[in-house]
Each structure stands twice: as C-alpha cells, then as structure tokens.
C-alpha cells in the first residue's frame, strides 16, 4: 500500500492497484496504490479511510478483462459481484447471506466479476461470461469498504484483455495503453487539478 498525496474532505481519492496502471496520473488528486487482490484492496482502502479524513468520494481506476467479445475500451461499473465466493453454500451452512450483488449508484449497467484469481483460461472466461461482462481482482472488496465508510464509489475499468488464453501476455502488453485511456478519463471526469 501507498498512498501519493493527501487525502481531504473536498476532493476524491483515486484508487489503483499497481503503479503500472498509475503511471500516467498527472494530477493533485490523491492517489492510493493498494496492490492486488481483494484482500490488498479492502486493508489499504479500509486503512486510509479509518484514519481520516475521509475524501468526499472514491475513484476506482484499473484494467479489466473482458468476458464476452467485442469488449473493449473504457466502462463504469454499475455492479459487482465476487466470482470466487459461493454465497448460496454458505447461506445454507449458515443461514446468512453473503456476498451479494453490489449496486453502485453512479453506474450504468455493466456487471464486473471480482476474485483472486487472474483469469487466463477459456472454461473460467465462459463460465463468468454468464454472469457478468468484465473481471477484475480488486472492484468488489473495494466497493464493500467504502460502502461500509459511507464515502461514494465509482469503479471505471479500461479492458485489458480478453481474459482468455493468452491473457497474461495481453495485459503486460497493453497496461501502458490501459493507464493512459484511464488517465484521460480522469483528467475528464474528475477535479484532476487545482
């Protein structure tokens, strides 16, 4: 975890995993590096947000693979869920819920399937294909810890690769792309300057 800048009630705080899809931020804004994975994400966020103060809103930004083709550019996220969590399992050893669906106010109607796994073969792409459009490894337990803190989320995804055969390759090859498109969409769609 690292955090670039400081956090202030006014202003919202950019969240990303690694500094490669960092690297072309060139703004005032804070800027939280958390690593990858859920459980990366959840503790930076939940740490900096537990410390204060907490910023007027959060700003999710990251690669993403694509589950169905054609998908391709930059997507705000409306939903996510957790593709590596079997909720009616532990619902019916428990009888809680959990894991559910998480709406995000600010977006529109693309679903992103969060988990710790880098999906990189065609029987899991297929798989979450029924269930979502995008996969990620950071989006859902971010959303659940700013949910819990009360501070709005937004989650925007450029789409990296396929998230197929090959991905792996795809994504080191094209993140300096995906950090520029994700760099412009935030100089367009944030205070990204005083």
């Given at each position: 975890?690292?955090?670039?800048?400081?956090?202030?009630?006014?202003?919202?705080?950019?969240?990303?995993?690694?500094?490669?899809?960092?690297?072309?931020?060139?703004t005032d804004?804070?800027?939280?590096?958390?690593?990858?994975?859920?459980?990366?994400?959840?503790?930076?966020?939940?740490?900096?947000?537990?410390?204060?103060?907490?910023?007027?809103g959060?700003?999710?930004l990251?690669?993403?693979?694509?589950?169905?083709?054609?998908?391709?550019?930059?997507?705000?996220?409306?939903?996510?869920?957790?593709?590596?969590?079997?909720?009616?399992?532990?619902?019916?050893?428990?009888?809680?819920?959990?894991?559910?669906?998480?709406?995000?106010?600010?977006?529109?109607?693309?679903?992103?399937a969060?988990?710790?796994?880098?999906?990189?073969?065609?029987?899991?792409?297929?798989?979450?294909?029924e269930?979502?459009?995008?996969?990620d490894?950071?989006?859902?337990?971010?959303?659940?810890?700013?949910?819990?803190?009360g501070?709005?989320?937004?989650?925007?995804?450029?789409?990296?690769?396929?998230?197929?055969?090959?991905?792996?390759?795809?994504?080191?090859?094209?993140?300096?792309?995906?950090?520029?498109?994700?760099?412009?969409?935030?100089?367009?769609?944030?205070?990204?300057?005083?």
């Open positions: 975890m690292e955090l670039l800048g400081e956090i202030t009630a006014d202003r919202p705080l950019l969240v990303v995993a690694v500094k490669e899809e960092a690297q072309f931020l060139d804004l804070p800027v939280l590096l958390t690593g990858m994975g859920k459980v990366n994400a959840a503790t930076a966020l939940a740490t900096v947000l537990g410390r204060g103060p907490r910023p007027s959060i700003v999710n990251g690669t993403a693979g694509a589950l169905r083709s054609g998908w391709t550019g930059t997507h705000v996220v409306g939903t996510v869920v957790q593709h590596d969590l079997d909720g009616e399992l532990l619902a019916t050893l428990t009888g809680e819920t959990y894991g559910a669906p998480l709406t995000l106010p600010d977006g529109g109607d693309v679903v992103l969060t988990g710790d796994a880098f999906i990189a073969d065609e029987a899991a792409r297929v798989r979450l294909a269930r979502a459009e995008l996969v490894m950071e989006g859902y337990a971010l959303a659940t810890a700013a949910g819990l803190a501070v709005p989320l937004r989650i925007v995804k450029h789409v990296s690769d396929e998230a197929g055969d090959g991905a792996a390759r795809s994504w080191r090859e094209s993140v300096a792309e995906c950090a520029r498109a994700l760099a412009d969409w935030a100089e367009a769609n944030t205070p990204y300057r005083s």
